[in-house]
Nanobody, 115 residues
């Protein structure tokens, strides 16, 4: 069974930065290096949407709203995938989810951008 865990959410002011972290494991072994890992988000009353994705081979893809502000990175030593979010806007407020292999979802972490 694959276990996906996000961390790093919280309250931040507009224009601020936040780093989210995702760990994914199966039978206590990390699968971060071997799987495509994506970050999605869901705001109240809206559909879940892709934020950023790093493929198994290291290709990075971003949603238009994330391009230039967010950076996804995979750390094979720490066995985590990070999402660095800069210049945060109020509309970035959402629950952020990590997904491993396209099918294994974490519980999500709340990001609130507010003054």
């Amino acid at each position: 069974q694959v276990h996906v865990q996000e961390s790093g959410g919280g309250l931040v002011q507009p224009g601020g930065s936040l780093i989210l972290s995702c760990a994914a494991s199966e039978a206590s072994e990390s699968i971060v290096s071997d799987a495509a890992i994506g970050w999605y988000r869901q705001a109240p009353g809206k559909q879940r949407e892709l934020v950023a994705l790093v493929s198994r081979l290291g290709r990075h893809d971003y949603a238009d709203f994330a391009q230039g502000r967010f950076i996804i990175s995979r750390d094979n030593v720490e066995k985590r995938v990070y999402l660095l979010m800069n210049d945060l806007l109020i509309e970035d407020t959402a629950v952020y989810y990590c997904v491993a292999g396209g099918i294994h979802w974490g519980q999500g972490t709340q990001v609130t951008v507010s003054s």
